[in-house]
């Protein structure tokens, strides 16, 4: 495995207990940077953080990502005990279960979105006036397939993260000059938790639209995040990469 240059750098990952997230986390200390993990779940949040303390410098922060209010303290909170923030992921997401979109129900669909985008937006809002005043910064937003493609029985998650790409577009477009480089990631489905929350039948069908025939594994999407994170990614901005082991082609 190569090794990304991270270091001196801080990396604020939401969603960083599990999954995805936890595997950026690991990536990102063994390449020399310290991590901020945000997450909602605290007691998944605290173990994760005992077991990548021997790796490097980990902080947490219990996050309710919809409140302008708690993602403000975590941001207050994390620049004050790692004195500066160099690279946000937006990692947290939730997929709302699946169903026919006149089936779903209004606050279920209005929780994805939250989650999904508005979270995303306000830690964009906290974190890039700390980018401006440092000259510099990584924002990468973890979008889906389903958000270039729209998945059936699943209205909700693909629109957050086709409304997670043209955020991602536009702030891209907004900080070009800034040194504050924003992309986004659209993997195919990672066997992770969140599979949990998903009927097998829409597990079948998104294992069906993947040429390579598997799924995306953790780390695979921790090497493409954590490069983008780095210097080494330097005129890219307001793009999207593809994750999705050739199911998408544009």
């Known amino acids: 495995m190569n090794r990304i240059d991270l270091d001196n750098r801080v990396v604020v990952i939401t969603g960083g207990a599990r999954g995805i997230g936890y595997a950026v986390a690991q990536r990102a200390l063994q390449s020399g940077a310290s991590v901020a993990l945000w997450d909602v779940d605290g007691e998944r949040l605290a173990r994760s953080q005992r077991e990548l303390d021997e790796h490097g410098k980990v902080t947490s922060e219990v996050v ?39 089936e779903l129900e209004p606050d279920v669909w209005r929780r994805v979105i939250d989650v999904n985008l508005i979270g995303p937006y306000l830690t964009s809002r906290a974190i890039v006036p700390q980018m401006l005043k440092q000259g510099y910064g990584r924002i990468v937003n973890i979008a889906s397939v389903a958000g270039k493609e729209g998945n059936p029985n699943a209205s909700h998650y693909s629109a957050s993260k086709a409304g997670l790409i043209g955020l991602t577009k536009s702030l891209g477009k907004e900080l070009a000059t800034s040194n504050i480089l924003v992309n986004a990631v659209t993997p195919a489905a990672a066997k992770t938790e969140i599979f949990d929350s998903m009927a097998q039948e829409h597990i079948d069908y998104m294992l069906s639209k993947i040429p390579m025939n598997r799924f995306l594994l953790p780390e695979e999407a921790a090497s493409l995040i954590l490069w983008l994170s780095s210097e080494d990614c330097a005129f890219s901005t307001g793009s999207v990469f593809d994750l999705s082991g050739g199911r998408a082609t544009y």
């Open 64 to 102: 309710e990502l919809t409140s302008e209010a708690s993602v403000a303290q975590a941001t207050a909170r994390t620049v004050e005990q790692h004195g500066g923030i160099h690279v946000l992921i937006n990692c947290a997401g939730i997929t709302g279960g699946n169903g026919k979109t006149w």
